[in-house]
């Protein structure tokens, strides 16, 4: 395969404290101004390309050759209200076009599990969450609980002992504890954030957002419709979450659809899955500029670049 260089940006939330798009759930973003600050800096430092010039790249007969030299993609995750509010009118004044993985799913539905543990979390903080579940559990979850959080302890070594903690404590609910999570986080959602399908009918983008961005040059690519781990729900799992991203996309875009992995796991079926059902990429979480495979292209996370964008 040839290799070609691409930088992609990833985002995720981007908003100010109080604004429309925090609904005030306390969850934290990337700052508005330092969202546009680094538009402009990418924008004067590299040729920003859109999905559809990469998928034309990707798709031709010398891949990835036809690319700029200093190319750079912008992606975001998870369709959440933020990319309508915040990042839609920043890319539109820049006449810029933005990649959104959004979610494959439809007003009414619930939140993701992963979702429901950051608006739990920026409520009631990780050592509260942990109590409320745990209080939940039968005394055999109890131990798998604990042997999950012994493993994932085991294999940090982040150092800062506050952050390792709610790190494990996500992992643990994502992964092996996700079915038991599925109905205690329902619980706790409705009780210390509000009605389930009201939440999350704010928090994410609205059919007529995701109309209104494609109609204007926004381009979308599936994210599954549960953001399970898509290295542990084995290749029948990830079938289903591929599946319903294609039904959702379908309707937006004839495809061939980028994909981004939920929380960036996959496995080694990940990117056959992905061609069958209909993908032409995927993106995972790890920063890299330079790519192998069209299935598995690096991202650089927007949070993380330093105030002046570099
Ligand atoms: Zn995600």
């Known amino acids: 395969m040839n290799t070609f260089a691409l930088t992609v940006m990833m985002y995720h939330y981007i908003r100010d404290p109080g604004d429309a798009a925090g609904m005030g759930s306390g969850i934290a973003g990337l700052p508005v101004a330092r969202f546009d600050a680094q538009l402009d800096d990418l924008t004067r430092r590299y040729e920003m390309i859109s999905w559809a010039d990469l998928r034309d790249g990707l798709l031709g007969s010398?891949?990835?050759?036809?690319?700029?030299?200093?190319?750079?993609?912008?992606t975001f995750d998870d369709g959440v209200r933020d990319h309508y509010l915040?990042?839609?009118p920043a890319l539109r004044a820049?006449?810029?076009?933005?990649?959104?993985?959004?979610?494959?799913r439809t007003e009414g539905d619930g939140l993701a599990l992963g979702h429901k543990i950051q608006?739990?979390?920026?409520?009631?903080?990780?050592?509260?969450?942990r109590q409320a579940v745990w209080s939940r559990l039968t005394p055999d979850r109890r131990q798998a609980f604990v042997w999950a959080e012994e493993r994932y302890a085991a294999s940090d070594h982040a150092g800062l002992v506050e952050v390792a903690e709610v790190e494990v404590l996500k992992l643990v609910?994502?992964?092996?504890?996700?079915?038991?999570?599925?109905?205690?986080?329902?619980?706790?959602?409705?009780?210390h954030v509000g009605p389930?399908?009201?939440?999350?009918?704010e928090f994410y983008l609205t059919q007529h957002q995701v109309a209104e961005m494609a109609a204007e040059g926004m381009h979308f690519g599936g994210h599954s419709r549960n953001h399970p781990w898509f290295d542990w729900v084995g290749a029948e799992g990830q079938t289903q979450e591929i599946e319903a991203?294609?039904?959702?996309?379908?309707?937006?875009?004839?495809?061939?659809?980028?994909?981004?992995?939920?929380?960036?796991?996959?496995s080694a079926e990940s990117p056959a899955l992905l061609q069958a059902g209909g993908f032409a990429?995927?993106?995972?979480?790890?920063?890299k500029t330079v790519h192998v495979d069209p299935f598995l292209i690096g991202r650089m996370d927007g949070e993380l670049l330093m105030a002046d964008g570099r």
Do not use: M
């Not at 609910?173 to 009780?191: F, H, V």
């Open 62 to 74: 010398d891949r990835g050759a036809a690319l700029p030299s200093q190319a750079c993609l912008l």
């Open 86 to 88: 915040n990042a839609f």
């Open 94 to 104: 820049r006449n810029l076009s933005g990649l959104f993985f959004a979610l494959a």
């Open 119 to 129: 608006l739990l979390l920026a409520r009631l903080g990780p050592q509260d969450l």
């Open 173 to 191: 609910l994502q992964r092996e504890l996700s079915r038991d999570a599925e109905g205690i986080l329902g619980e706790l959602t409705a009780k």
């Open 196 to 201: 389930e399908a009201e939440v999350a009918d």
């Open 245 to 266: 991203s294609a039904a959702w996309l379908r309707r937006i875009d004839p495809g061939p659809w980028p994909f981004a992995y939920p929380y960036g796991g996959y």
């Open 281 to 287: 990429a995927a993106f995972t979480t790890e920063p």
